[in-house]
Nanobody, 122 residues
Framework: QVQLVESGGGLVQAGGSLRLSCVAS????????MGWFRQAPGKEREFVAA????????IYADSVKGRFTISRDNAKNTVYLQMNSLKPEDTAVYYC???????????????WGQGTQVTVSS
């Protein structure tokens, strides 16, 4: 079992930056590939980014490629999402997720956090 707690959300103007953090507890963090997802009001949850167990591989949604960066610090049991050049369409609740696998994917995650709200004003 893994518990995930996100933080770092907030209100920011378009063009601004935020860094989200997700702290994991319960099992060895380095066993898990980690992902970030988001859900905007009235829309389905969508994949944002994922990172492999030791951070050697990363994948991104096309909508955030070049603006967002996923990273992790296994010594701190934490995964980050650095979000730059934010747009109003990035407004959503952002969730981190864990997957007990060597393979990083855009779906099929085992554990989820409670989410943190990101609001980008125009």
């Amino acid at each position: 079992q893994v518990q995930l707690v996100e933080s770092g959300g907030g209100l920011v103007q378009a063009g601004g930056s935020l860094r989200l953090s997700c702290v994991a507890s319960g099992r060895t963090f380095s066993y898990y590939a980690m992902g970030w997802f988001r859900q905007a009001p009235g829309k389905e949850r969508e994949f944002v980014a994922a990172i492999s167990r030791v951070g050697s591989n990363r994948i991104y949604a096309d909508s955030v490629k070049g603006r967002f960066t996923i990273s992790r610090d296994n010594a701190k049991n934490t995964v980050y999402l650095q979000m730059n050049s934010l747009k109003p369409e990035d407004t959503a609740v952002y969730y981190c997720a864990a997957r007990n696998s060597l393979v990083i994917t855009r779906n099929d995650y085992d554990y989820w956090g409670q989410g943190t709200q990101v609001t980008v004003s125009s």
